[in-house]
């Protein structure tokens, strides 16, 4: 069992940046790779970025390649998510989530975090 907590999200204007956090427990988090999912209203859930177990390997949806950064302390049991050059199209619920594939397949991860609101005004 895997817990997952999301923070750092709130109210950024356009072109400004927010750093997104996520503190895992339960079972030995590095053992998973972990993955940034969002949710627009209206609109499905949508897969940001996916880091490795070991954090060596990181994909990103072509939407936030150049902007996002994801990067994972397995020491402390922590995800994060920098987002930079913000546009009101990154506004929505962001998801942390944890899989044993590395994926960007929403159904494919088995624990999620509640999510944490990021709002971008133009």
């Known amino acids: 069992q895997v817990q997952l907590v999301e923070s750092g999200g709130g109210l950024v204007q356009a072109g400004g940046s927010l750093r997104l956090s996520c503190a895992a427990s339960?079972?030995?988090?590095?053992?998973?790779?972990m993955g940034w999912f969002r949710q627009a209203p209206g609109k499905e859930r949508e897969f940001v970025s996916v880091?490795?177990?070991?954090?060596?390997?990181?994909i990103y949806a072509d939407s936030v390649k150049g902007r996002f950064t994801i990067s994972r302390d397995n020491a402390k049991n922590t995800l994060h998510l920098q987002m930079n050059s913000l546009k009101s199209e990154d506004t929505a619920v962001y998801y942390c989530?944890?899989?044993?594939?590395?994926?960007?397949?929403?159904?494919?991860?088995?624990?999620w975090g509640q999510g944490t609101q990021v709002t971008v005004s133009s």
């Open positions: 989530a944890s899989s044993t594939f590395f994926t960007s397949v929403a159904a494919q991860y088995d624990y």
């Open positions: 339960g079972r030995t988090a590095s053992r998973y790779h």
């Open positions: 880091i490795s177990g070991g954090g060596s390997s990181t």
